[in-house]
């Protein structure tokens, strides 16, 4: 399998931005996606995951209900939907894919995408 995640870019505290993640490979829906980001100096979060039927979804503390994950199995993409954006999200943000199981632990995925910048201005 092998990712790609784009829709990253500068926005103002408070705005909104959807992250996608193309996948490539065969089984794409036998995987559960997660989104992980690192900022400058920290180590990489867990932002939110769901299983390979989007039948229950996951999301970090800091995150949760302001974004929201989606997926759809028949273009191989999952997406993350980011608003009420802060300073804070600030980050690469990373997707990433695990064969069947949810998990909010980076090591347990299989494959990352190359990631993408968020930047969200004061």
């Known amino acids: 399998v092998q990712l790609q995640a784009f829709g990253g870019g500068l926005v103002q505290a408070g705005g909104y931005l959807r992250l996608s993640c193309a996948a490539s490979?065969?089984?794409?829906?036998?995987?559960?996606m997660g989104w992980f980001r690192q900022a400058p100096g920290k180590e990489r979060e867990f932002v939110s995951a769901?299983?390979?039927?989007?039948?229950?979804?996951y999301y970090g503390r800091s995150v949760k209900g302001r974004f929201t994950i989606s997926r759809d199995n028949t273009k191989n993409t999952v997406y993350l939907q980011m608003n009420s954006l802060k300073p804070e999200d600030t980050a690469v943000y990373y997707c990433?894919?695990?064969?069947?199981?949810?998990?909010?632990?980076?090591?347990?995925?299989?494959?990352w995408g190359q990631g993408t910048q968020v930047t969200v201005s004061s």
């Open positions: 990433a894919a695990r064969f069947w199981g949810y998990s909010d632990y980076a090591g347990d995925y299989d494959y």
């Open positions: 490979g065969r089984n794409f829906s036998s995987y559960s």
């Open positions: 769901l299983t390979p039927t989007a039948g229950r979804t």
